[in-house]
């Protein structure tokens, strides 16, 4: 059975915008099923004007709205309803997180809105992020910021009443049980597809020589990769420390690859390598294309997450290296849902804490065997399977959202 869907994100610009990106790939593959799928980013900062057009991605050309920022609400709201009728989807899906559809996270008026869009579609909300104060040690100033979030999310959920609910990390899962909102897991997938190759001939070994002072033998060396965007509450030296006896005992030389969107600037390279000095070396690889990524994410030899171990499950980052076949190490541990149900750490034999990596007796290598059935494929097959089986008339909606009409 043919389903037509509307997504709806903040952003659709590439590369600039994970939700968006997260969205355009998810679209392409319905798309290549046999099921059109178009994208509408409502609060778009990276544009001036409305545009309208088509976006690639592996191969796949995707049909977009693209909605500045800088217009009005209301104006919005009459070109996406006028689109959207012009497609007539089957499915609106909500690809939500509250700071992409107001810089401070606090659109009040963002279900009333989205409610008017189209009456006869039906919705799926999927939550990549809730509201801020969730964790046990969250400032006083999140807590009521985000008591503030939440009734916006209440407010969108009773208004749009939606039959499917979706979320990624099993922590989110338990928020939204609390408030009566029944979501399923779905997978995080990577927004780096998969592209054969390796980046060291040309890419990496010259930025490696350029900081050890000559050509190395890849063979001498055990690259750590770290990709994305670096939290302050991230102890590169823990990590370091961690990695380093293990690395020593099969005498390799610990290099830690900086790559993708990354706050890790110069001056913060140049003062990380003064730290390290003597124990590893420090390569920032930059912003790359997405093949170039993958590449990267092929030559390297193990990962490390900068996201703490119970919510990893939403990080983009750990989803692109474990689809890539890496193993991570993931030396946070400093966040916990605020609750006495806070469910457990996520545990997998590819997700190593400090000390179950001491234990080791060999070194972690990439998984050699690409990828079958990677993450969006599996992601689409539970999307559609969901949407399939969801009778055509919501009925009694507490069964689908935990939402009373």
Known sequence: MQMKTAFLCGSLEPGRDGVGDYTRRLAGELIRRGHPSVAVALNDPHIAETGFGSQEIEGTSVSVLRLPGAVPWGKRMIESRNWAGGFNPDWLSLQFVPFGFHRKGLYFGLGRNLARINAKASWHVMFHELWLGLGEKSRVKHRVWGALQRLIVMDLMSRLRPRIVHTQAETYRVVLKREKIAASILPLFSNIPYMEGDAWDGLLEPLVAAVVGRHPDRTELYLAGVLGMVAPEWNAERAVATLLPLVQRFHKRLVLVFFGKSNMNLVAVNELRLTLRNRADVVAAGERTSSEMSKILQTLDIGIATTPRQVIQKSGSAAAMLEHGLTLLVIRDDWRLRGPDA???????????????????????????????????RVADQMLEAMESTPEYPGNLMSASGVHA
């Open 343 to 377: 469910p457990p750490e996520e545990k997998s034999r590819r997700l190593l804490s400090p000390g179950e990596f001491a234990v080791l007796k060999t070194l972690p290598a990439r998984d050699l065997q690409r990828p079958g059935n990677t993450g969006v494929k």
